[in-house]
Structure formats: structure tokens, C-alpha cells
């Protein structure tokens, strides 16, 4: 058992605050980290129970809460910050924070992999005076500023460039947005985990490996922070959705700051809606690392595996529900606001199974990790077989379900979650083409979400949860439904749009989220990276050629807007942040994959042999057979 497995078990729900020696270094170790902690258990006796990540090697005075891990209600005491900070005259310091500090312009321009280690603690007047003399007073260069291009995809680089957010000097994410017309950020200002994946891809695929390395290291070190709303804690292994660097007083030295990273998991969002796709993006991004750039030794770090074990963990753990599919709240992936997705959402699903892919492709063997794998493998099976049956609709199978019979009580049945016919909606008995299909957005017991959605589809593809005749068809819908899933802006995030006293019910209704825009059937940009792997994939880059020459046209005229609205995405978004760097960024990586289409094999999951053979031996099996007394192994309906 690894150094930091043993630590995490030690001290159960309540593990120390990931707080790095030396955090600016490339090559902190999980070791020195672990012994760091136990040293401060001794010296303090307390565990801190909102501790921020510190640049400083100092560690944080532990607050609020015992050694024996059960914390109290009132955990926020470092959130609210008194320190006096310059003024950010672009007001990109939010109301009672610090902001987010942003390397200069001389910073931004200088290659990421040079990027050198600087102090944790500056002085705050020299701070000052640099970020006055610099113009950029702690925020980002404006963004209006007239660059100097010769193309769009050079103001792109310059615009995900100057989006990077730097923490001890050291490139460690990129901001959500940077849209100066907008006077409430929100959580604008912070590093998305979901979001950051196009721009991490983009910059392996350039050659930058550094600022994804951090990311990966610093993003894990907040996995094992103590997450609590109204006293309660989500499981271990729960990766945040958002983080921020902040600038606080040095303790003891008024006169002196340093930075802290100050995540959240949910706490703190709109809804409060735990974000369940963080951890397995994480997964994804770690495994394209390595072979981007060739340094295993990141997903072999003792650390490292650990994170990846404790996500599986939380993924694979045992609950009430009969099916392999992963079962979660609404607003816990992209559309992260009341849509209906509640249960088992496509997109979840395709991440999971994703995820698992590539996590026991870098697990290391080893005896703690048998069960686990064994586990993982189970669930790949079944998952595979159950999303390929059974949330799988083209024009034959609406056919099926149309003349299914319900209320059948049999092993046997063939309308196994008692789906009415009249659920298939009008719409799609007119917009199902001949040649086509997909996958549906969700199945739960006497219900099917017939809607498109795109995320999910695309990742199946990428993923090969999907045969590779259900990826064809799928590709064949898209082009074949073009003018509604592209029009004038790629890509359709779902479809259709809810409206009327659907969209009452089902959003509440949600203000943002109107027919046709927002995540209520708006056009993304930036899925424009996903359909592009998915084509090379399946060996039909024509089409996502087409698609990014239609964004080519307005993208940067438009200034990189967040989302578009209408049925055809002609206008920008109503509210639509502007310079959305996952906009930039999703367009980046569709132009260098379709340069370079083999550089997709960084995101491309080959289909398992084994898996397809256990596939054709449950559809030969019976399910009346498997039964009898409980063994070691779960089962699931399938």
C-alpha cells in the first residue's frame, strides 16, 4: 500500500489539507507532502477544516475541527478575507475576495515550459508597483486591446494565452472567461476542471506540457480537501468543480501576501450541484498526458495513483440502484442547471465509462489494487452492454418500442423498464432519418429521454462505449439532421429545445435557460473538439472540417461568445459571456487534430477485445440462470 493510500485511510474523512512544501517546483513529492502532514498533527494537535492550499511551505494553524474527523457546522472561517488589496480598476476582483492574479502581458507571451518558480511571499508594494507599471493591475490585458494577427487562429492563441492564471508564477489553469462588458463575474474568474480540458488539450498538442502538469498536481492535491454543506461531506474522492487562486496576508507580516488556492466543490454554485464529471475529466486528461508527452512517471507517482483510486472508488460504490449506469442529480455534468437530466444522463455515462478505460490503463499492479480492477472491469462489461441495448433508438428500434406490450412480469420480458409507447414524442417519429440513429439521453424505469444530446454521443464515439456501426449512424444523423444540430453555429448541445409548459415543469422556469439557448438546445462552440476526435476516429474528418469552417466565420467577429441562441444559432447568446476560453480553446484543438489526425490518439479509446467477447456472451445468456445465492461480485440488470 502506497505512502499516501495508507495517510488517506488513517485519517478517514477528515485528511489534511493538500498543502505543498514547494509547490512551484516541478517535482514536489507525494512523500515529503505526506510527512509534512504528519508533522503538523503532532506540532498542532487540530486539522484544519478549510485549510487553503498555500504557495508558502509554511503550513496553515489547523481551525475548527478535531483530529478525530468530525467537523463542525461553521467551517467557512478563511473564506471571508480582510487583507487589504489593490484595487483592480478592470474590476476583476469580486466582492469580498481577492481575485484572481494573472501572469502580465511579459509573462504571458513567453513559452510555458520557461516558466520560472518565483517566491511564495512578495512583497505587497513591490506587487503593486509591478502591476501598475505593467497596466495589467493583477488582471488579465484587456481584451479589446488591438492584437496583432495574421489569422484567426493566431488571435485564438494570443486570447487562450493571455487566459492562463498563474499561481507562484507557474501556469496553472485557464480562467472560464475574460468578457469586460460584464460587470458580475460570477464564478467567471476561476479554473474549471471541465473547462480547462480543451485548453489542457490544446497546449499538449502544442508541445506545452508544463501548465497541464500542474494543473493535473494542484487539482489533486485539493481532491482530499474536507467538503461539508449544511454538515454534510460528499464521499472521497470527489474532485472540485472550480478553484481560485486568491492573495492573502501573510500571517504575522501585514505588509506581506501569498497566494492560496481556494477550491469549490459545489458548496458554493448555483444550485449547489455537486460536480460529478470533474473527477472523471481529471482521468481523461492524465492519461492524454502521458501519451502526449511521453513523462509516465506523473500517472505512476504513488499520489497520483492514489487520486485515481479514490475516484474509482466513489464511482464503483455499492448503492440501491439495479443498473450498471452511474446515477446522478441534475446540474452535475456541462448542463450544470435544472434540465431533467437527473438519473442516468448519456453524458455521464460516457465519461464514466471513458474514464474507466483509461484508468486501468495507468493503474499500476499491485495487490491492493486487485479487487478494484476486478471491479472495474465487471462494470465495464456491463455498462457497455447496457447503454448499447438500451439507450440505442434508430428508426427500426422506435419501431419496437412503438408495438411494445407493458406491464410484463418476466425474466424474460422484452420492454424490461415498462416503456409506454406514447412516450415516443411527435417530433421524433418525423425527425428520425432513414440511415441514423443514437443514443438517447436517458433511461430510467418507464421513461426514455428521446432528446439529442451531443456531448454524450460525441464521447461515446471517442470512448467506443458505442459498435462501431452505432458510431457510423450516429455521424450519419449528424449530417443528415445538419441544419438543425449545426445551421449556423456548431454544435447543438441538445435536441430539441424544451418549450411551453414542458419547459415550465421541467426547468422551473429557468430564465436562462428559454427555448433554444443556454443548455436548452443553445449552440456550444466549443464541442467543437469532440465532434472533431469523434470524425477522425471513425475516419470522416470531412465533416467536422465543415463544421469549424461555418464557426470560422463569425467566431472571432462574434468575440468568442459562450453560446448562441435560436433554432439556428444565429444570435449570440443572450447572455453569453464573451472571450469564453473553452470557445477558443474547443476551436484551437479542432484545427490541430485535423492538421495533425493522428495526435487523436491521445483521447481515442480502441474497443476492448474482451469486452466485446463478454458482450456476445450476455446477449446469448439467460438472466434467469445467473440467479441464485449472492456471490462476491455485483450484478446488474442487463
Given at each position: 500500500m502506497g505512502t499516501s493510500e495508507a495517510a488517506l485511510q488513517i485519517f478517514s474523512g477528515v485528511v489534511p489539507r493538500a498543502v505543498c512544501p514547494t509547490?512551484?517546483?516541478?517535482?514536489?513529492?507525494?512523500?515529503?507532502?505526506?510527512?509534512?502532514?504528519?508533522?503538523?498533527?503532532?506540532?498542532?494537535?487540530?486539522?484544519?477544516?478549510?485549510?487553503?492550499?498555500?504557495?508558502?511551505?509554511?503550513?496553515l494553524q489547523g481551525i475548527?475541527?478535531?483530529?478525530?474527523?468530525?467537523?463542525?457546522?461553521?467551517?467557512?472561517?478563511?473564506?471571508?478575507?480582510?487583507?487589504?488589496?489593490?484595487?483592480?480598476?478592470?474590476?476583476?476582483?469580486?466582492?469580498?475576495?481577492?481575485?484572481?492574479?494573472?501572469?502580465?502581458?511579459?509573462?504571458?507571451?513567453?513559452?510555458?515550459?520557461?516558466?520560472p518558480n518565483g517566491s511564495s511571499a512578495l512583497e505587497f508594494q513591490d506587487v503593486q508597483f509591478a502591476k501598475q507599471e505593467n497596466g495589467t493591475n493583477g488582471a488579465v490585458r484587456d481584451p479589446f486591446h488591438k492584437i496583432s494577427i495574421e489569422s484567426i487562429e493566431d488571435e485564438a492563441w494570443d486570447l487562450l494565452r493571455e487566459s492562463i492564471v498563474y499561481y507562484c508564477n507557474s501556469p496553472i489553469g485557464t480562467i472560464a472567461a475574460r468578457d469586460p462588458t460584464s460587470s458580475n463575474l460570477l464564478n467567471y474568474d476561476q479554473v474549471f476542471i471541465r473547462d480547462f480540458i480543451p485548453s489542457g488539450i490544446a497546449f499538449l498538442l502544442k508541445g506545452e506540457y508544463d501548465i497541464v502538469r500542474n494543473f493535473i498536481l494542484h487539482t489533486l492535491q485539493l481532491q482530499s480537501w474536507e467538503k461539508t454543506m449544511d454538515c454534510h461531506s460528499p464521499g472521497q474522492g470527489l474532485m472540485p468543480a472550480s478553484f481560485k487562486v486568491r492573495t492573502v496576508p501573510l500571517d504575522g507580516d501585514d505588509s506581506a501576501t501569498e497566494e492560496v488556492l481556494d477550491p469549490d466543490f459545489g458548496e458554493a454554485a448555483i444550485g449547489r450541484v455537486a460536480p460529478v464529471d470533474s473527477g472523471l475529466w481529471w482521468i481523461i486528461l492524465l492519461r492524454a498526458y502521458g501519451k502526449c508527452s511521453g513523462d509516465l512517471s506523473v500517472q505512476e507517482r504513488v499520489d497520483v495513483q492514489t487520486g485515481i483510486k479514490m475516484i474509482l472508488r466513489l464511482c464503483l460504490a455499492d448503492g440501491f440502484d439495479m443498473f450498471p449506469t452511474l446515477l446522478v442529480t441534475d446540474g452535475s455534468c456541462m448542463i450544470d442547471r435544472r434540465m431533467g437530466i437527473h438519473g442516468h444522463p448519456l453524458e455521464i455515462q460516457a465519461l464514466f465509462y471513458s474514464a474507466l478505460v483509461c484508468?486501468?490503463?495507468?493503474?499500476?499492479?499491485?495487490?491492493?489494487?486487485?479487487?478494484?480492477?476486478?471491479?472495474?472491469?465487471?462494470?465495464?462489461?456491463?455498462?457497455?452492454?447496457?447503454?448499447?441495448?438500451?439507450?440505442?433508438?434508430?428508426?427500426?428500434?422506435l419501431n419496437e418500442i412503438y408495438r411494445y406490450k407493458t406491464e410484463e412480469y418476466s425474466y424474460d420480458a422484452v420492454n424490461k423498464f415498462n416503456i409506454y409507447p406514447d412516450q415516443i414524442p411527435s417530433w421524433l417519429v418525423d425527425w428520425m432519418p432513414t440511415k441514423g440513429g443514437y443514443l438517447i439521453g436517458n433511461l430510467q424505469p418507464a421513461h426514455m429521454d428521446f432528446r439529442f444530446f451531443s456531448l454524450g454521443n460525441l464521447w461515446s464515439i471517442v470512448s467506443s462505449l458505442t459498435t462501431i456501426g452505432q458510431s457510423h449512424a450516429i455521424l450519419d444523423l449528424?449530417?443528415?439532421?445538419?441544419?438543425?444540430?449545426?445551421?449556423?453555429?456548431?454544435?447543438k448541445i441538445c435536441y430539441p429545445a424544451l418549450e411551453g409548459q414542458e419547459w415550465q415543469i421541467i426547468t422551473g422556469s429557468d430564465p436562462k435557460n428559454t427555448p433554444w439557448s443556454y443548455h436548452n438546445a443553445g449552440s456550444w462552440p466549443t464541442l467543437l473538439w469532440q465532434l472533431t476526435v469523434a470524425c477522425i476516429k471513425m475516419n470522416r474528418p470531412e465533416i467536422a472540417s465543415k463544421a469549424i469552417e461555418i464557426a470560422e466565420r463569425r467566431l472571432s467577429r462574434d468575440k468568442w461568445p459562450e453560446y448562441y441562441d435560436t433554432k439556428k444559432g444565429r444570435f449570440i447568446g443572450k447572455q453569453a459571456r464573451l472571450f469564453q476560453t473553452w470557445s477558443i480553446a474547443g476551436y484551437l484543438v479542432g484545427k490541430l487534430l485535423l492538421a495533425e489526425p493522428s495526435k487523436a490518439n491521445i483521447l481515442i479509446t480502441a474497443e476492448d477485445s474482451d469486452l466485446v467477447n463478454a458482450f456476445s456472451c450476455?446477449?446469448?445468456?439467460?438472466?434467469?440462470?445467473?440467479?441464485?445465492q449472492k456471490n462476491s461480485n455485483p450484478t446488474y440488470i442487463v
Amino acid at each position: 500500500m502506497g505512502t499516501s493510500e495508507a495517510a488517506l485511510q488513517i485519517f478517514s474523512g477528515v485528511v489534511p489539507r493538500a498543502v505543498c512544501p514547494t509547490p512551484c517546483s516541478s517535482n514536489f513529492d507525494s512523500t515529503f507532502s505526506f510527512l509534512s502532514r504528519v508533522k503538523f498533527v503532532k506540532k498542532k494537535g487540530v486539522l484544519s477544516n478549510r485549510n487553503l492550499s498555500k504557495c508558502s511551505s509554511r503550513l496553515l494553524q489547523g481551525i475548527g475541527t478535531s483530529f478525530s474527523g468530525k467537523s463542525k457546522c461553521n467551517r467557512r472561517p478563511l473564506y471571508s478575507c480582510r487583507c487589504q488589496q489593490a484595487q483592480s480598476t478592470s474590476g476583476m476582483t469580486p466582492e469580498g475576495g481577492n481575485g484572481t492574479w494573472f501572469g502580465d502581458g511579459a509573462e504571458t507571451s513567453r513559452p510555458i515550459n520557461n516558466t520560472p518558480n518565483g517566491s511564495s511571499a512578495l512583497e505587497f508594494q513591490d506587487v503593486q508597483f509591478a502591476k501598475q507599471e505593467n497596466g495589467t493591475n493583477g488582471a488579465v490585458r484587456d481584451p479589446f486591446h488591438k492584437i496583432s494577427i495574421e489569422s484567426i487562429e493566431d488571435e485564438a492563441w494570443d486570447l487562450l494565452r493571455e487566459s492562463i492564471v498563474y499561481y507562484c508564477n507557474s501556469p496553472i489553469g485557464t480562467i472560464a472567461a475574460r468578457d469586460p462588458t460584464s460587470s458580475n463575474l460570477l464564478n467567471y474568474d476561476q479554473v474549471f476542471i471541465r473547462d480547462f480540458i480543451p485548453s489542457g488539450i490544446a497546449f499538449l498538442l502544442k508541445g506545452e506540457y508544463d501548465i497541464v502538469r500542474n494543473f493535473i498536481l494542484h487539482t489533486l492535491q485539493l481532491q482530499s480537501w474536507e467538503k461539508t454543506m449544511d454538515c454534510h461531506s460528499p464521499g472521497q474522492g470527489l474532485m472540485p468543480a472550480s478553484f481560485k487562486v486568491r492573495t492573502v496576508p501573510l500571517d504575522g507580516d501585514d505588509s506581506a501576501t501569498e497566494e492560496v488556492l481556494d477550491p469549490d466543490f459545489g458548496e458554493a454554485a448555483i444550485g449547489r450541484v455537486a460536480p460529478v464529471d470533474s473527477g472523471l475529466w481529471w482521468i481523461i486528461l492524465l492519461r492524454a498526458y502521458g501519451k502526449c508527452s511521453g513523462d509516465l512517471s506523473v500517472q505512476e507517482r504513488v499520489d497520483v495513483q492514489t487520486g485515481i483510486k479514490m475516484i474509482l472508488r466513489l464511482c464503483l460504490a455499492d448503492g440501491f440502484d439495479m443498473f450498471p449506469t452511474l446515477l446522478v442529480t441534475d446540474g452535475s455534468c456541462m448542463i450544470d442547471r435544472r434540465m431533467g437530466i437527473h438519473g442516468h444522463p448519456l453524458e455521464i455515462q460516457a465519461l464514466f465509462y471513458s474514464a474507466l478505460v483509461c484508468a486501468r490503463e495507468m493503474l499500476t499492479p499491485e495487490d491492493g489494487s486487485a479487487d478494484l480492477i476486478r471491479a472495474l472491469n465487471n462494470r465495464l462489461v456491463a455498462l457497455s452492454f447496457h447503454i448499447r441495448e438500451y439507450y440505442w433508438v434508430d428508426l427500426q428500434k422506435l419501431n419496437e418500442i412503438y408495438r411494445y406490450k407493458t406491464e410484463e412480469y418476466s425474466y424474460d420480458a422484452v420492454n424490461k423498464f415498462n416503456i409506454y409507447p406514447d412516450q415516443i414524442p411527435s417530433w421524433l417519429v418525423d425527425w428520425m432519418p432513414t440511415k441514423g440513429g443514437y443514443l438517447i439521453g436517458n433511461l430510467q424505469p418507464a421513461h426514455m429521454d428521446f432528446r439529442f444530446f451531443s456531448l454524450g454521443n460525441l464521447w461515446s464515439i471517442v470512448s467506443s462505449l458505442t459498435t462501431i456501426g452505432q458510431s457510423h449512424a450516429i455521424l450519419d444523423l449528424i449530417e443528415s439532421k445538419w441544419g438543425d444540430l449545426v445551421s449556423d453555429m456548431p454544435f447543438k448541445i441538445c435536441y430539441p429545445a424544451l418549450e411551453g409548459q414542458e419547459w415550465q415543469i421541467i426547468t422551473g422556469s429557468d430564465p436562462k435557460n428559454t427555448p433554444w439557448s443556454y443548455h436548452n438546445a443553445g449552440s456550444w462552440p466549443t464541442l467543437l473538439w469532440q465532434l472533431t476526435v469523434a470524425c477522425i476516429k471513425m475516419n470522416r474528418p470531412e465533416i467536422a472540417s465543415k463544421a469549424i469552417e461555418i464557426a470560422e466565420r463569425r467566431l472571432s467577429r462574434d468575440k468568442w461568445p459562450e453560446y448562441y441562441d435560436t433554432k439556428k444559432g444565429r444570435f449570440i447568446g443572450k447572455q453569453a459571456r464573451l472571450f469564453q476560453t473553452w470557445s477558443i480553446a474547443g476551436y484551437l484543438v479542432g484545427k490541430l487534430l485535423l492538421a495533425e489526425p493522428s495526435k487523436a490518439n491521445i483521447l481515442i479509446t480502441a474497443e476492448d477485445s474482451d469486452l466485446v467477447n463478454a458482450f456476445s456472451c450476455m446477449i446469448s445468456s439467460s438472466p434467469k440462470r445467473k440467479r441464485g445465492q449472492k456471490n462476491s461480485n455485483p450484478t446488474y440488470i442487463v
